[in-house]
């Protein structure tokens, strides 16, 4: 007889996003992340990591649509979803040199409204803004 391996996946997601972009300093950003979960029934975030430094949160939006940002970054960055394609879109303005960065979009990792731990990215965009 042979023995057939089924493998369960509890929580299985997939998050696609271009691999790398190039932005002069001054223009605008743009990223779809296309996920393969319902946007609606989790809360999506955007972090970035510039070479050699600590994760950064950007900000997230909600299940049901509102947003949370880094102060820092929140005259920057804006976060927005299209309910119809699960795609998130973080975008940035007037972006610098010092915006290089590998930046990923991610799923927390409880349904509905609770924000709290974010899920490993599964896809990440490098931005470069050469000098």
């Known amino acids: 007889?042979?023995?057939?391996?089924?493998?369960?996946?509890?929580?299985?997601?997939?998050?696609?996003?271009?691999?790398?972009?190039?932005?002069?300093?001054?223009?605008?950003?743009?990223?779809?992340?296309?996920?393969?979960?319902?946007?609606?029934?989790?809360?999506?975030?955007?972090?970035?990591?510039?070479?050699?430094?600590?994760?950064?949160?950007?900000?997230?939006?909600?299940?049901?649509?509102?947003?949370?940002?880094?102060d820092k970054l929140k005259s920057k960055f804006s976060i927005s979803r299209d309910t119809g394609t699960n795609t998130i879109t973080l975008r940035g303005q007037n972006l610098q040199t010092e915006d290089t960065a590998v930046y990923y979009c991610a799923r927390y990792t409880v349904t509905l409204t609770n924000e709290h731990g974010l899920q490993k990215p599964r896809a990440d965009t490098q931005v470069l803004l050469p000098e």
Do not use: H
């Open 1 to 70: 007889y042979g023995l057939l391996a089924l493998r369960r996946c509890v929580q299985c997601f997939e998050l696609t996003q271009p691999g790398s972009m190039v932005v002069r300093p001054g223009q605008s950003l743009t990223i779809d992340c296309k996920v393969s979960y319902s946007v609606t029934s989790y809360y999506s975030a955007w972090i970035r990591q510039p070479a050699g430094k600590a994760l950064e949160w950007i900000g997230y939006i909600s299940s049901g649509g509102g947003t949370a940002y880094n």
